[in-house]
């Protein structure tokens, strides 16, 4: 009888995984669009750029949703706060099982080994962020209580306690995703490892439109976990396919597991760095007044745009290629891919960067300016957003070195790099706020920015620490892969000037146009607010263009190329350095 039972249960789960992946492989070929493998480095950075395009607008509607239903108000501010624990287990748990540790592991696997390898990573990753989550889980509320003594002091920590306990379930999603995101890229399937964020953001915006308004703010914190469980989701059916996961995972090898726990410590203590000093600036800003954790963290998404679309996409798309011709010992190709990179990333931000500053309170007008959020909220998310801008070039060359360390097993130095930027920008941070204590320096800081008489300009100052301390982070990195693999800064130089160039004739363009037309006001329409600033953002990219074009960028030439063969379908001759795994 014992055996007969056993016999129907296990025919029973046979059935059942056989339903699964039935279904799974029923979805993979109706979305088979995403699953085509992409291998030259342009191509891969156009759909990474365009799907975070598509994500950012995705993510600027869920910040006006959230801006409509609360303003920058203390309600927000507790949305945020309830982040920061689970954000933290997931960057220093879930970076233990990251892309970037993960691919160059892969890369020097065949298939059968990779299958056993991912197996035991998933298995050890479960068991690990199990114990984890119920230490975090039990600890909260001692740590609530103590880093946002004004949100207890008000009678919000239950509901916050309450709020960062159903967010470590998004925090666990997003870690299992991290493996998936591993072999999506492994694969060069750009489009659907692209189409995770998009997702993902859906679901937030379905909890803010639809379980916000029945329950609460826990209904939207749901939202964000039925968006983490899309991010991981839609990225199954092709990990299915290709014969990953067919049986549930064990750890018949803990040393596989444990091997990789070893390489990955320092990048999960690097991201625990710069997590912990995001968390420190966050704090800070819970010190200053009501709404000053919904400004930053406004501002900081919506810098979060341009970078997303121009940094990350170069840098993710650049890493796969390096981590293969690293290991493969092509250090030319290595070089020339990094060199490639970061001539795109100058290319396209330092105009972004002007174009930010000068149409900053447009972008936030458009982008937040409805219901609760007022034209003080507006002046003040505008002045941290230029702050945030200036150092979008140096998160970007920062994101693409730092990936470049990584796949050539140089895993301690950013480290170094992130206990150091993360060091000053807290530093940094409690300075300027000093600063701001004096009022000659708050008169000089309000005046340039143009947000006199506006209340709870401090958090400025915190802004402006964030930004500081990335620029001289990213000097330094800069320095040290300059001294270990020379040649980095030979092949940036020209694109250098040319961008600085570029960015002046495009913000001086754009300024010129919004004196023409006048600039926004608190009674400006959305279609006014969007007119004006489109007009001007247009005429300061052609600016931008057209100047590229009178010195013979490089850059300029090679992306016109791209997009003509993309218009017109041409095939792409793929070089040593856009050559992948």
């Known amino acids: 009888m014992r055996h007969c039972s056993d016999w129907g249960m296990m025919e029973f789960l046979r059935n059942g995984r056989d ?95 990779q299958r056993r390898y991912l197996d035991n990573v998933v298995a050890g990753y479960a068991l690990l962020v199990a114990v984890v989550g119920i230490i975090a889980y039990l600890v909260a509320p001692w740590i609530l209580a103590r880093t946002f003594p004004a949100l207890a002091l008000s009678g919000a920590l239950p509901e916050l306690i309450s709020l960062t306990r159903i967010l470590l379930l998004q925090a666990v999603l997003l870690g299992f995703s991290n493996v998936a995101a591993a072999i999506t890229q492994f694969k060069h399937r750009y489009a659907l490892y692209a189409v995770s964020p998009i997702v993902y953001n859906v679901g937030i915006i379905f909890g ?60 999960a203590l690097a991201l625990s760095m710069n997590q912990l000093a995001f968390f420190g600036l966050l704090v800070l800003a819970g010190s200053l007044a009501a709404g000053s954790i919904s400004v930053f963290m406004f501002a900081y998404n919506l810098q979060g745009v341009p970078l997303g679309i121009i940094g990350a996409s170069y840098a993710t798309a650049a890493f796969p290629t390096l981590a293969y011709a690293f290991s493969r010992g092509r250090s030319h190709e290595f070089a020339l891919q990094i060199s490639v990179a970061a001539r795109q990333i100058l290319f396209w931000s330092m105009p972004a960067i002007t174009l930010a500053i000068v149409l900053r309170a447009h972008v ?14 507006t002046r003040l998310t505008a002045a941290a957003f230029a702050l945030f801008a200036v150092s979008l070039v140096a998160q970007g060359l920062s994101l693409l070195i730092i990936r470049a360390l990584y796949a050539a097993g140089k895993t301690f130095v950013p480290f170094v790099l992130s206990l150091f930027t ?160």
């Open 19 to 113: 339903t699964i992946l039935n279904a799974t492989a029923g979805a993979g070929r109706a979305f088979s669009f995403l699953t085509v493998e992409v291998r030259t480095l342009q191509a891969a950075a156009y759909i990474l750029a365009l799907s975070a395009l598509l994500s950012s607008i995705l993510a600027l509607l869920r910040d006006r949703v959230l801006a409509h239903l609360f303003g920058a108000s203390a309600s927000l501010d507790l949305y945020y706060a309830a982040f920061r624990i689970p954000d933290m287990v997931f960057i220093g748990i879930g970076a233990l099982v990251s892309a970037y540790m993960l691919i160059p592991e892969l890369a020097r696997r065949d298939e059968s080994a």
């Open 208 to 267: 803010a439109i639809a379980l916000y308004p029945l329950y609460g703010l826990p209904g939207l914190v749901w939202g964000v976990c039925i968006g983490a469980a899309l991010h991981l989701g839609i990225q199954l059916p092709s990990i299915f396919r290709d014969g990953f996961f067919r049986r549930i995972p064990t750890l018949s090898e803990p040393r596989l597991f444990l091997g990789t726990v070893m390489l990955s410590l320092p990048r």
């Open 364 to 377: 936030v007008r458009a982008v937040l300016g409805s219901g609760s959020f007022d034209w003080t909220d």
């Open 422 to 581: 993360g060091t000053l920008m807290l530093g940094l941070g409690i300075t300027f706020l000093r600063m701001l204590e004096n009022r000659d320096a708050t008169n000089f800081i309000e005046a340039f920015l143009r947000v006199q008489d506006v209340v709870g300009t401090e958090v400025l100052g915190l802004a402006l620490a964030y930004s500081t301390a990335s620029i001289i982070g990213t000097l330094f990195v800069a320095l040290y892969f300059q001294a270990h693999f020379s040649g980095l800064f030979e092949s940036l130089r020209r694109t250098w000037w040319e961008s600085l160039t570029a960015a002046f004739a495009s913000g001086i363009a754009a300024y010129i146009i919004l004196n023409l037309i006048g600039d926004v006001t608190f009674s400006s329409t959305l279609l006014s607010v969007l007119m004006k600033g489109a007009s001007a953002g247009i005429v300061g990219c052609v600016a931008a263009g057209f100047t590229y074009w009178l010195l013979g960028s490089r850059e300029f030439a090679e992306n016109a190329q791209a997009f003509r063969r993309a218009l017109w379908k041409e095939a792409a001759p793929v070089t040593s350095g856009e050559q992948g795994a």
